[in-house]
T-cell receptor, first 114, second 115 residues
Framework: AQSVTQLDSQVPVFEEAPVELRCNYSSSVSVYLFWYVQYPNQGLQLLLK??????LVKGINGFEAEFNKSQTSFHLRKPSVHISDTAEYFCAVSEQGGSEKLVFGKGTKLTVNP | DVKVTQSSRYLVKRTGEKVFLECVQDMDHENMFWYRQDPGLGLRLIYF???????EKGDIPEGYSVSREKKERFSLILESASTNQTSMYLC??????????????FGPGTRLTVT
């Protein structure tokens, strides 16, 4: 069975600063990896996904993530954040060739301060 | 754009009531999911359906049941609501096409309070 650990439950940062949200996963088989964002009072929206190929994945709103198989990590980064990036971010994993279910981490709340 | 709608944004029910949460998707997706979201616990899968009338238990199915009579609609049923089922409930759907495999689209959520 897979599991996902998001190492920080809350990350405060100032506007225009860089940010990294950390995600580690555990699985005995190859995986697909996802980052979702949840703005206040809304459902989740896909930011980016890694299925195969280049380990650096670019998503919407200037976010990117890098898949590191040896470290079983999929950290999310943005070089310069905006107030509007304030939201909760969820990392998720699914087994390749398995059922199409996602296992989610517990989330990281990003707060961007002026 | 894929649209997943949920019947209510906010719902208040009494302990012991039977509660129905409805979810409809408009993109002919094969898979549909019900999650529960609680602070500090992330999203936990309650039930999953991969076809009409087909369902599979998720991680926390106790106290819940589901119904999928039509492809576009997936209902979550709380047979006898309890206060520990107060939570945010999220519905999602996904396609089986290779390009979009595993990519789930979420509804806005239903915040259920059981008193």
């Amino acid at each position: 069975a897979q599991s996902v650990t998001q190492l920080d439950s809350q990350v405060p940062v100032f506007e225009e600063a860089p940010v990294e949200l950390r995600c580690n996963y555990s699985s005995s088989v190859s995986v697909y990896l996802f980052w979702y964002v949840q703005y206040p009072n809304q459902g989740l929206q896909l930011l980016l996904k890694y299925l195969s190929g280049s380990t650096l994945v670019k998503g919407i709103n200037g976010f990117e993530a890098e898949f590191n198989k040896s470290q079983t990590s999929f950290h999310l980064r943005k070089p310069s954040v905006h107030i509007s990036d304030t939201a909760e971010y969820f990392c998720a994993v699914s087994e390749q060739g398995g059922s199409e279910k996602l296992v989610f981490g517990k989330g990281t709340k990003l707060t961007v301060n002026p | 754009d894929v649209k997943v709608t949920q019947s209510s944004r906010y719902l208040v029910k009494r302990t012991g009531e039977k509660v129905f949460l409805e979810c409809v998707q408009d993109m002919d997706h094969e898979n549909m999911f019900w999650y529960r979201q609680d602070p500090g616990l992330g999203l936990r899968l309650i039930y999953f359906s991969y076809d009409v009338k087909m369902k599979e238990k998720g991680d926390i199915p106790e106290g819940y049941s589901v119904s999928r009579e039509k492809k576009e609609r997936f209902s979550l049923i709380l047979e006898s609501a309890s206060t520990n089922q107060t939570s945010m409930y999220l519905c999602a759907s996904s396609s089986r096409t290779a390009v979009a495999l595993y990519e789930q689209y979420f509804g806005p959520g239903t915040r259920l309070t059981v008193t």
